[in-house]
C-alpha cells in the first residue's frame, strides 16, 4: 500500500521518477479493496482528495468500499465548499452516509435539482465551468 500512495502522490510532479505518467495508471488493474484503502489514505493526507480521486470512488463496488471515520470528517470540513459538495454526493452514492445536494455552489444547471450524481458533478467541474476551478486545480 506505501508503493502504491506513493506512486498516486508521485505520478504528474515534475521532480518525480515514476514509470505512471498519469495516477489514474497507477491504480489501473488494483483490485477494488487497494483502491479504497488508498482513497481513505488520500483523504486523510495533507492535501486531501482531489475530484479526479472522486471519479475512482464511483469505479470501487459498495460493497469493498471502506472509508474511516477521519477520513470521512476531513472531507466534510473541507474548505473548498464545491469540492466538498461533490465529495459528500460521491459518499452518499456509496451508501457512507446520506447526503441531499444542496448546490451550494449555485450551479445555474443544477438549478432546482434535488439530486445530482457525482458525474453530473464531476462533468461540470472539468469541462464546463469557465473561470478558476479549485477542485481540480488543487496540487499535491
Known sequence: MDTLFFDYICT???DCETNYGHPEDVVYGVEPSKVSCL???LAKYESGLTIDELYLIKD???SVFKISDK???RIKNDKDSC??????VALSEKNVITYEFKNICHIKKFRGKKSVSLKD???FWLYEYKGKNTISTRVR
Open 12 to 14: 504528474g510532479q515534475p
Open 121 to 123: 458533478l464531476g462533468d
Open 71 to 73: 477520513a470521512i470528517e
Open 39 to 41: 482513497i481513505d489514505s
Open 83 to 88: 469540492f466538498r459538495e461533490a465529495a459528500l
Open 60 to 62: 470501487i463496488p459498495n
